[in-house]
């Protein structure tokens, strides 16, 4: 069986920028030793891209902190993650799920048998929405998140979405 890993927004924004907090940068070694220990071309990506009109958006209206906003050095994956991920296998996303990824993981399950394990940034936002989308694709695919390799808004935000997955036939480890 193939184990494909996602990173979900591993971006400079979210580890140590705009909104980045100090348990995004606590999982930054965790996330590249299991980059590490993963054959590239197994190992996919979301990036969170926002426009420069970011804060006229619907989410920017709520959100109104610009953040990684497309081409700064925000948007950027830092590079001692991103040189362990396929550039075709980083999928830009306007929001918080991205459903190209969904569709290309649902394809390549069509073709082997695959695991998907999830990691990255922010539990309560992207990782639970990414993680239930990818549910919905491929309802009998084991999906995982790898809890260690995660962080949320608040550590509080992160258990919750934790709960909140794990009642949705999401393996939490």
């Known amino acids: 069986m193939r184990k494909i890993l996602v990173v979900i927004d591993m971006q400079k924004d979210f580890i140590d920028g705009a909104l980045g907090t100090n348990e995004a940068e606590a999982i930054v070694p965790a996330v590249i030793e299991k980059l590490c220990s993963r054959d590239p071309a197994d190992i996919y990506a979301t990036r969170d ?28 994956i830092p590079g001692e993650i991103e040189k362990w991920i396929p550039k075709d296998h980083i999928f830009d996303k306007p929001t918080f799920g991205s459903v190209l ?27 639970v929405s990414n993680a239930l989308l990818l549910k919905a694709y491929m309802p009998e695919v084991a999906i995982s998140v790898d809890s260690a390799c995660c962080a949320g808004v608040t550590p509080e935000k992160h258990r919750a979405a934790l709960e909140t997955m794990a009642s949705c036939q999401i393996i939490i480890e």
């Open 101 to 127: 990824l969904a569709e290309k993981l649902r394809d390549l399950s069509r073709q082997e048998e695959i695991e998907v394990e999830l990691t990255g940034l922010c539990t309560d936002i992207c990782v």
């Open 49 to 76: 891209t926002h426009p420069d009109n970011y804060l006229d958006t619907m989410e920017g209206k709520n959100l109104p902190v610009p953040h990684c906003l497309k081409g700064t050095e925000g948007w950027q």
